[in-house]
């Protein structure tokens, strides 16, 4: 098992640059990763700001029981 020669450390050196480099294929997903996670929560924000608090209500569609109980 041995320690690692300088040719090891170079190949590895190489596939983190090409990994996480400045124009790499996967840092560029994971830019793209995070904008879409940032416009998620934007837009979730905004729904609750246009909708307003409903405490207590619930989204799901109500049933005739349900609706006939409100309505008391």
């Given at each position: 098992m041995g320690?690692?020669?300088i040719w090891h450390w170079a190949i590895v050196i190489?596939?983190?640059a090409?990994?996480?480099g400045g124009r790499g294929k996967l840092s560029g997903l994971m830019g793209d990763a995070a904008k879409g996670i940032k416009a998620f929560k934007e837009g979730?924000?905004?729904?609750?700001k246009k909708d307003?608090?409903?405490?207590g209500v619930?989204?799901?569609p109500r049933t005739?029981?349900?609706?006939?109980e409100l309505k008391r």
């Amino acid at each position: 098992m041995g320690s690692m020669s300088i040719w090891h450390w170079a190949i590895v050196i190489v596939v983190v640059a090409l990994l996480f480099g400045g124009r790499g294929k996967l840092s560029g997903l994971m830019g793209d990763a995070a904008k879409g996670i940032k416009a998620f929560k934007e837009g979730l924000r905004d729904d609750d700001k246009k909708d307003g608090p409903h405490e207590g209500v619930s989204s799901l569609p109500r049933t005739d029981v349900e609706k006939e109980e409100l309505k008391r």
